[in-house]
């Protein structure tokens, strides 16, 4: 049997791919939940983004508060700490994997004073007999005291041993997959255990190299062609991780080239996908904090101007809200809500096409109606 000939694509056709793969091009996916699945999560450091990253790439535009009914309702959805060791909003169904997938992820810096698993069980267990979410306030008395002086000299601990032990309880749940984000009791941040609020989710044995194969799987479907380096900064892995986990999938994944670009995986299945050429590709508003800004290490393919990265990524992890046009950042945005109405800005960086204005337009009324409200100014800057 002859053997393919090597596939060497251009920018446009892998932006293209990302671009429809992630609901940025097309009609969308059927429902929020979906949606999430999709994408494979989105970003949820700041709620209110992910809630706009799931309704811009879901049919009907839904509203930020019908999808939240189906987080904090129905169920369908969870909010939990996952690639990178940050908050992403999923469907219910694929936290079992991201949990089991986790273990050598990033964590953000949560090392030392983590609190014993004879505790965490005890502390689940608090959590499976409550008849509904707990905070962190609920905790605090829960608390050992013998932890608690543990953490007190920690860096994190601060004035308040007490609910940063709670805070360190909550996360080791979390990360065990007992635990995972609620609606607001109050002021504070609910928890909710997995029976209590998801009893539809089945927990399958799965090894982590399982679970992971399965996430470079998707993430590949989805994000590809990547390399190595990329598949390991976007899960928040080692790189020789990376690469181990890799190693069984070698039936599954072949090289090809994009430009300068050499050994970038993809998926066998998508060798034609990868070939298509842009149609109908309108430009687009994402929130701050888009996935699709996370997903590879070197952001030349969505950003080529180096010198504007500081624009979008800025210090602290802040990522900007932006505009994408034929799959690149060519603007940033910010927007202004009002008691009934809300103002957007848009502000060009050097790719920036004045032909981008009616789909951007488009977006904002969208946008708006997420909101609940009506869409009032929209301004583009004089570059």
Known sequence: MAKKAALDLTAEQVRYFRARRSHLVGDGARDPATCAREILGAQAQVHTCALHAISLRTENRPSAADIEREIFDNHTMIRTWGQRGTLHLYDAQDWPTMVLASGQWATSGRRGGMPSEALLEDIEEAFAAADGPMTRSDLVPLMPDDYVDELRDHPGAGKNPERFAATRVIWGLSKKGAIAHADTQ?????????????????????????????????????????????????????VSDARAWMKGMSDEVFECTQGEHKKLLALKEDREALQETPSDWPARLLPAYDTMLMTHKNKR???PDDSEEKLIWKKAAVVVATVIDRGQIVATWSHNKRS???????????????????????????????????LGAFEIEKK
Do not use: C
């Not at 089945?202 to 399982?210: C, G, K, P, V, Y």
């Not at 590949?220 to 990329?230: H, N, V």
């Not at 009616?358 to 609940?372: I, K, N, R, S, V």
């Open 186 to 238: 109050g002021r504070e941040q609910g928890y909710a255990h997995r029976d209590l609020w998801w009893p539809q989710v089945t927990w399958e044995e799965m090894s982590e190299e399982t679970a992971n194969q399965e996430v470079i799987r998707r993430y590949l479907g989805i994000f590809g062609p990547s390399s190595i380096q990329d598949v390991a900064h976007y899960i928040g892995s080692r």
């Open 301 to 303: 393919w969505i950003l």
């Open 340 to 374: 009934k109405e809300v103002d957007i800005t848009v502000t060009p960086l050097g790719g920036w096409s004045d032909d981008a204005r009616d789909d951007l337009e488009t977006d904002a009324q969208a946008f708006a109606g997420h909101l609940g409200l009506e």
